[in-house]
C-alpha cells in the first residue's frame, strides 16, 4: 500500500524559505513521477513540480519557476520542495503525490496522494 507523508510545513515570513518532504513507503517507485501540488482556499488544486524517480528529470509549473526545487534522495524514499522567496500568495495546503508513469509530468493524472501540509506566509 503506497503511503505519501508530507512535512515541514508551517508559518513563514515573506521573504523566507521552507523546505517540505514527503517520505514515500509501500512500493518500489522506480518508473513513477512523483509531484508537488498546492491547493489555497477557494481555488483548484494546481500542480508545482516534477520529477521522475529513476533519472531525477524535473518539470516546474511558471508560477514558481526560479524560486521553487524539486529533488528526491532515493536511498532514503523522500522528495523534497525548497521554497524561497515566499510570498503571501503561496499560502496553501501543499501535497504530495505519485503517478505511475512518467510522461506529461505537468499535466497528467496521478494517483496516490499525501495528507498534505499547510504553509502559511505572513508578517
Known amino acids: 500500500q503506497v503511503q505519501l507523508v508530507e512535512s515541514g510545513g508551517g508559518l513563514v515570513q515573506p521573504g523566507g524559505s521552507l523546505r517540505l518532504s514527503c517520505a514515500a513507503s509501500?512500493?518500489?517507485?522506480?518508473?513513477?513521477?512523483m509531484g508537488w501540488f498546492r491547493q489555497a482556499p477557494g481555488k483548484e488544486r494546481d500542480i508545482l513540480a516534477a520529477i521522475t524517480w529513476n533519472r531525477g528529470m524535473t518539470r516546474y509549473a511558471d508560477s514558481v519557476k526560479g524560486r521553487f526545487t524539486i529533488s528526491r534522495d532515493n536511498a532514503k524514499n523522500t522528495v523534497y520542495l525548497q521554497m524561497n522567496s515566499l510570498k503571501p500568495e503561496d499560502t496553501a495546503v501543499y501535497y504530495c503525490a505519485a503517478a505511475r508513469g512518467v510522461a506529461d509530468m505537468l499535466g497528467r493524472e496521478y494517483d496516490y496522494w499525501g495528507q498534505g501540509t499547510q504553509v502559511t506566509v505572513s508578517s
Open positions: 509501500g512500493h518500489t517507485f522506480s518508473g513513477y513521477a
